[in-house]
């Protein structure tokens, strides 16, 4: 993918969106000056460059229940056994980000669980279990701290 160039009006737009996805096209195009009309065709032109990657709605986790964040260093016997081991880890729910790494870990992963019993048995029971992982490491977040984008 190549970078792409944005202009001022470019910036305007997506910085509304960033704040609000959900940010009525008329209110973005009253605030530039510019048509509705003018504003979905670049949201258009921005989605087909593949700068827009979509809009979703962010659920807050600790109003289902799910107050422990932790981050887990997967050791793998042997790179070869990535990939089957990320196949085994997209079937386990908790599991929300998943990370090909250097240094130690062949794998970091980030989970989301209810309490502390929970990822224990989530470790033990499903990430552990995984053929081809040795042993796993795990940092359990304490607070998260900054949660942002790239500016725009």
């Not at 970078?3 to 997506?14: E, H, M, Q, V």
């Amino acid at each position: 993918m190549s970078t792409i160039s944005i202009d001022g009006i470019d910036k305007i737009i997506l910085r509304s969106l960033m704040k609000d996805a959900r940010t009525p096209v008329l209110e973005i195009s009253r605030n530039v000056g510019i048509s509705g009309a003018a504003i979905h065709q670049r949201l258009r032109k921005l989605e087909k460059s593949g700068l827009i990657s979509g809009s979703k709605f962010v659920i807050n986790p600790k109003a289902m229940g799910y107050k422990t964040m932790a981050f887990v260093g997967v050791f793998l016997e042997k790179a070869k056994n990535n990939s089957d081991a990320v196949r085994q880890l997209k079937r386990i729910p908790e599991v929300l980000e998943c990370h090909y790494t250097t240094g130690d870990w062949s794998i970091l992963i980030k989970i989301l669980c209810k309490d502390n019993e929970h990822l224990m048995s989530v470790l033990n029971k499903n990430i552990q279990g995984i053929s081809g992982v040795s042993r796993t490491e795990t940092f359990i977040s304490l607070d998260q701290q900054i949660d942002r984008q790239i500016k725009i």
